[in-house]
C-alpha cells in the first residue's frame, strides 16, 4: 500500500486479553475487534463489551465502530449506535454497544470478533446562520420521498 495513504494509530493494551485489531483480507476497510471479557447478550438485551485497547488517533482522523456483517445476519447482533464513534482526543478503552436483536441468547468468549473499527479522515468544518439556503432539485424530500421503485 501506498505509505502516503497509511496511518499510524498508537495502540494500548490495557488487559491480557487484548488483541491488535487485524484485517480479514488484505484489502479489508474494516478491522476487526475483539472481546476482551465474556458477555452474555439476551434476546433485546445490550452491553458494552471492552476490547481491552486504547487508541491514539492522528488529528483529523476518528474511528467509526461499525456492525459484523455475520453477526447481523447470523444471530441478529449488531452495534446499537453504529458507526460509534473513537475522537482523535479519546483515550479511553474501545467498548463496543452490542446489542442482540434476535430470539437467542448470544454468548461472547474472550478473543470473539464483535465489530470492525474503519479509520476515516473528517474535514474540520464551521457552522454559520443563514437567512435561506442555495435551492436544489430535491429540496426538503426526505424520508421515502423517492418511492421504492
Known sequence: ????????????????????????????AGWDLRAAAAVALAPGGRALVPTGLAVALPPGYDLQIRPRS?????HGVTVLNAPGTIDPDYRGEVKVLLINLGEALFHIAVGDRIAQAVLVRHVEAHYQWAESLPLTQR??????HTGVR
Open 1 to 28: 500500500m501506498d505509505e502516503a495513504m497509511m496511518a499510524t494509530v498508537l495502540v494500548q493494551q490495557l488487559s491480557v486479553e487484548a488483541q491488535l485489531p487485524e484485517r480479514a483480507s488484505a484489502l479489508a
Open 70 to 74: 455475520g453477526l447481523a445476519l447470523r
Open 139 to 144: 429540496g426538503g424530500g426526505g424520508f421515502g
